[in-house]
């Protein structure tokens, strides 16, 4: 039997998820309820047809679940095809877990989320097929994301109050976000920090600007923890979680990260965005306790200092 190219089924799969209808829930409800609402002219058999053959997406993730209870912000997306069981192969490696989060070490290459080119292989899926092994009716929270190119770590929590809350004041609840960079020369500047208002494309690529008012202000601080005179490995922090901002801020001193093609990076020697989210410090907001998470460095990131 002949199998159908790679590219071709992506594209297949790629125009099928642009057909996608999407609702955001305005209020909690069971997904019945919320279905018979918004599907104008669907009777309550077809709806159910649409729940048995996983055409309902909640935030990506596909449900038979006629008595989910949605809560406010959820996205609820209705497939024009059945939803095949993903046959992504990734290992979900869990760094943390309580009765509030979970943590996972997200690989590179990896959507944190669902985005409008693809809905179905990503960590929040794989992490919601995780937590329902036990329980169809435990559900995750979405806190923050990093780039799908970006490994380290990814926290969901459980609770929608705790989403709630977390996701109203993140920056004040969250203490320390820390990342590896390996960029591209000689990093000649031992410390340093960089600040810059950062701004949007119309093709999606972010830039800086010096003038106050500009865009949203971003501030990176770094400090070299290896190098030589082709590469350096920086440990990098964050007082802002803009987009992409380690990666403009890197091109802004002329040190691209490896492998970023995006921000005219010119080398790949790991074969992957040398970028990885190392550790994330935050406060619990109704316990006040602070919860670490931390994830490996990946071994290749020093590979180009071997020799």
């Known amino acids: 039997m002949n199998k159908k190219p790679i590219n071709e089924n992506k594209s297949k799969r790629k125009k099928i998820q642009e057909q996608f209808v999407e609702y955001k829930v305005k209020e909690k409800m069971p997904l019945l309820d919320f279905l018979l ?61 309580d009765d509030d989060f979970l943590a996972i070490d997200k690989p590179s290459g990896l959507l944190s989320v669902a985005s409008d080119k693809e809905k179905i292989v990503t960590a929040y899926h794989l992490a919601s097929d995780y937590i329902k092994k036990d329980d169809p009716h435990k559900r995750l929270f979405v806190l923050h994301r990093i780039d799908k190119d970006t490994s380290g770590v990814l926290v969901f929590c459980k609770k929608e109050a705790l989403r709630n809350a977390l996701q109203d004041d993140w920056n004040i609840y969250v203490k320390t976000r820390e990342y590896l960079a390996l960029c591209e020369g000689e990093v000649k500047k031992e410390e340093d920090t ?27 601080h770094y400090k070299v923890i290896k190098k030589n005179k082709d590469y350096s490995l920086l440990r990098v922090l964050i007082d802002t979680g803009r987009k992409n901002q380690i990666r403009v801020h890197l091109k802004d001193i002329n040190h691209m990260v490896v492998g970023d093609e995006k921000y005219h990076s010119e080398k790949n020697p790991i074969n992957r965005l040398g970028l990885h989210a190392k550790k994330l410090v935050l406060v619990h907001p109704f316990t006040k306790a602070k919860i670490t998470f931390i ?10 200092f071997e020799h």
């Open 295 to 304: 994830s490996d460095t990946p071994k290749i990131f020093y590979s180009v």
């Open 37 to 97: 609402l918004n599907l104008k002219g669907k009777s309550r058999n077809n709806i159910k047809s649409l729940l048995k053959n996983h055409q309902i997406l909640i935030d990506g993730n596909p449900t038979s679940q006629f008595d989910f209870l949605l809560v406010e912000n959820d996205i609820v997306q209705v497939s024009p095809v059945r939803i095949k069981k993903s046959q992504n192969k990734t290992k979900l490696k869990i760094i943390y877990e």
């Open 194 to 220: 960089i600040e810059s208002y950062l701004l949007e494309t119309k093709t999606n690529l972010m830039y800086s600007s010096s003038h106050v008012g500009d865009g949203q202000k971003a501030i990176t």
